[in-house]
């Protein structure tokens, strides 16, 4: 749905892209973003607590990835490109629209037929391939053309926005506007062509909000199953809070979201424990061999402890195999438990922002996810101010909570998987007199 972004670009193309789009993922540019990340949590907050005011039992039933799908993709519109689509306002905004559970319309029980389209696409030459991906009657194609042409009418739109911007020497530090900027340079490595352009630009249209939906999804899911744990991350977070009135402040910085230990083990304990990308695919560039950590036995009886690979091979990565295996994370490995990251004997006791870049949720080396920073800061931000103001409980339906595999890992409900990504949570105001 993208075209030749730095998602699917190889080789010489991936690390030029990647060059050209390096400083606007930066730290200071991650840190700088906080503010709107806050912001834009703030706007969910306020409808909740207007919600809230007229109910009878001053508590409501949300469907949590409903409401936060639309605030991160407006996030992502602020952050990555300047622009405010407006989502959490605009019950009509056409994006928000054409991306509701886009991946569990496309991906989620997948069938025979499915199966068989994509062995097909893998060997067929590229052309006859893009020709029957373009004319496949295939309702779930079908839907995927609509959301290409949305999203690159939307692209197309900011493009030309944007260059007006930067030709009145109105243009920001955003993505966006360090991307075109880098088009105007007469070093033709320096720039993308328009196909490129509009391609990192669906990318993060759909990178940058519904991952970091689900994933709040599940760390809020999570933290309604363990109520102490909520307790503890809500208590840490208003003795944040009065430290910053006696400074005479009310805004997190990113340096205020690093001081807090347990915000940081929680984050990372969620990232782990459900992880949204459920596969890394790396391609060997040479014959060679993959060492194991443990030996296996095979179906016939051998022991190995390497895997053979050629040239040009793919090889998946399972991320939640590799998250929860017990040799890296201990016995308790399909236990939700932030406190694991709290444990210095355990190497795990940093808060720093860079520990993250170690969980395998987002990859590694030159193909590792580019927006990771944003991702994290993002999840800070929006945890501080839901946890701080809403205690969140589980309803009778959490029962039928199912995780469902369609390209990410979603939240939805048994039986109803029609009525897309489901996480329902019961939510009532938070007592600060408590803490």
Known sequence: MSGPSVVYAEGDDHRRQRRIMAPGFGTPQAKALVPIFSAVASSVTNKWKDLLSISNDRSEVFNIPAWISRATLDAIGLAGFDYDFGAMDNDDNRLAKVYKNLFADLFAAPTNGMFMVGTLISILPAKVAQWFLEYNPSARLARARVVREVSQ????????????????????K????????????????????????????????????????????????ELSRRPELQTKLRQEIHTKERELAREERTEFTAEDFESLPYLSAVVKESLRYHPVALHIAKMAIDNDCIPL???????????????????GQIVFLSIPAYNRNKAVFGEDAHVFRPERWLQKSEGMGSTSVGVYANLLTFSGGVRSCIGWRFAVHELQAFLVEMVRNFEFSLTPECERIRREACGVMVPTLAGELAKGVQCPLKVRCARRDEY
């Not at 950590?293 to 040239?311: F, H, L």
């Open 153 to 172: 009418d939307v692209a197309r739109n900011l493009v030309s926005a944007k260059i007006n911007e930067i030709a009145n020497m109105e243009g920001g």
């Open 174 to 221: 955003d993505v966006m506007s360090l991307m075109i900027k880098a088009n105007l340079s007469e070093n033709a490595r320096s720039r993308l062509s328009e196909k490129e352009l509009l391609a990192q630009m669906q990318v993060l249209f759909i990178a940058g909000h519904e991952t970091t939906a689900n994933t709040l999804s599940w760390t809020l899911l």
């Open 293 to 311: 950590s443990n030996p296996i036995t095979t179906t016939d009886g051998k022991q190995i402890d390497q895997i053979t690979v050629s040239k």
